[in-house]
């Protein structure tokens, strides 16, 4: 008989409750997030605390090596935070690139914008192999032999006009 007598005073406390806690809810919204956010550096770092990606202006040198030039933009990290690519800017000779590290730490693979000029190039032990372009309205891919030699070269013009470079001819059939 005692439950039934505290049955409504019991729902009416549980109902308070619950508006309280409500209540509380509203007043603790999540704090705003800030319009802007000025830093030199970023680091995003993985589960082992090791930084992966960076994004710095400027970016800093790889481990061991100097850059030739300043560079700004996104560095890609190894485990053991060794650079193995990024999306870069060299605003002191014209170049915007995006390119992935051998792991002998050569750039194996670029896309970018030299000068103006769109190119992509594909490198083995050091040596550039493929490079594709366009340079003064010809678009061209070169290939080169295992010394970074140019063998073959194919060029298409602004007018259209193709040519190749260093194919030889099949023979001539009498």
């Not at 999540?30 to 710095?56: F, T, W």
């Not at 309205?137 to 193709?162: F, N, W």
């Amino acid at each position: 008989m005692t439950t039934s007598l505290f049955r409504p005073f019991m729902q009416a406390a549980v109902a308070s409750t619950g508006l309280f806690l409500v209540a509380c809810a509203g007043t603790s919204a999540a704090p705003r997030p800030a319009e802007s956010l000025s830093v030199r550096e970023l680091n995003i770092v993985d589960e082992h605390g090791q930084a992966r990606i960076r994004i710095a202006a400027p970016m800093p040198n790889p481990q061991g090596l100097k850059r030739a030039v300043t560079a700004y933009g996104i560095q890609f990290l190894s485990p053991t935070g060794q650079e193995i690519g990024g999306l870069g800017m060299l605003d002191a000779i014209g170049i915007r690139g995006l390119c992935f590290d051998s792991e002998e730490g050569y750039e194996a693979m670029c896309m970018g914008l030299e000068q103006g000029k769109p190119t992509v190039t594909f490198r083995h032990d050091w040596k550039e192999r493929i490079t594709l372009g366009v340079v003064d309205g010809v678009a061209s891919i070169v290939l080169h032999d295992a010394q970074g030699t140019p063998r073959l070269k194919l060029e298409v013009d602004k007018d259209g006009k193709v040519q190749t470079v260093g194919v030889t001819p099949a023979p001539s059939v009498p």
